[in-house]
């Protein structure tokens, strides 16, 4: 079964760029028509969805942060990647990896479920 | 933009039947999808479009949607049912989760 793990940096400075990895094992990035996401909670907070990415590059970022997130795909290595830009205090966060959006859907675009998440990573943004 | 709203917390004792709701307007018209998040870890996916139970969760885990409201049910709960559950949907290309409700085993 698909699995997946995020590895980063647990501290970065402030105005830096945050980077982290998703590494999925027991499948390919490539196959079963999948997206790709980014997904944060903030501590003792809801959940946030950051953006998407499909193998091919495609992405889709949630607009409050799209200024600031690249997310990229690297299919040689079966992994994605997220970047945030100028970090603040206020990106200190749970960072998940999961699966999803599930599909496409010809009227609406992608959509669906995210599963199966990552165990998450914290970043802490702090000098 | 599109809110959906979820009630903090919910208690129910062992036993007794859970509902947890997610309000949105016109939900009804959305696929629903609802994740239980113990502490310490990572969202797992009890519930996907309105009703549909993955492979592996107990079917005491329903769901149902209509109007402006959608319904998680735990049946006979469970003292390791005790978690937060968001409910999710998808609107104008982007991701939305509710705020996530805090159910309580007594």
């Known amino acids: 079964q698909v699995q997946l793990q995020e590895s980063g940096p647990g501290l970065v400075k402030p105005s830096q760029t945050l980077s982290l990895t998703c590494t999925v094992s027991?499948?390919?990035?490539?196959?079963?028509?999948?997206?790709w996401s980014w997904i944060r909670q903030h501590p003792g907070k809801g959940l946030e969805w950051i953006g998407y990415?499909?193998?091919?590059?495609?992405?889709y970022y949630n607009p409050s942060l799209k200024s600031r997130v690249t997310i990229s795909v690297d299919t040689s290595k079966n992994q994605f990647s997220l970047k945030l830009s100028s970090v603040t205090a206020a990106d200190t966060a749970v960072y998940y990896c999961?699966?999803?959006?599930?599909?496409?859907?010809?009227?609406?675009?992608?959509?669906?479920?995210?599963?199966?998440w990552g165990q998450g990573t914290l970043v802490t943004v702090s000098s | 933009s599109y809110v959906l709203t979820q009630p903090p917390s919910v208690s129910v004792a062992p036993g007794q039947t859970a509902r947890i709701t997610c309000g949105g307007n016109?939900?009804?018209?959305?696929?629903v999808h609802w994740y239980q998040q113990k502490p310490g870890q990572a969202p797992v996916l009890v519930v996907y479009d309105d009703s549909d139970r993955p492979s592996g969760i107990p079917e005491r885990f329903s769901g149902s949607n209509s109007g402006n409201t959608a319904t998680l049910t735990i049946s006979r709960v469970e003292a390791g049912d005790e978690a937060d559950y968001y409910c999710?949907?998808?609107?104008?290309?982007?991701?939305?989760f509710g705020g996530g409700t805090k159910l309580t085993v007594l």
């Open positions: 027991g499948g390919s990035i490539s196959s079963g028509g999948y997206y």
């Open positions: 990415i499909y193998y091919s590059g495609s992405t």
């Open positions: 016109n939900i009804g018209s959305k696929s």
């Open positions: 999710q949907v998808w609107d104008s290309s982007s991701v939305v």
């Open positions: 999961a699966r999803g959006p599930t599909y496409y859907d010809i009227l609406t675009g992608p959509t669906g479920w995210f599963d199966p």
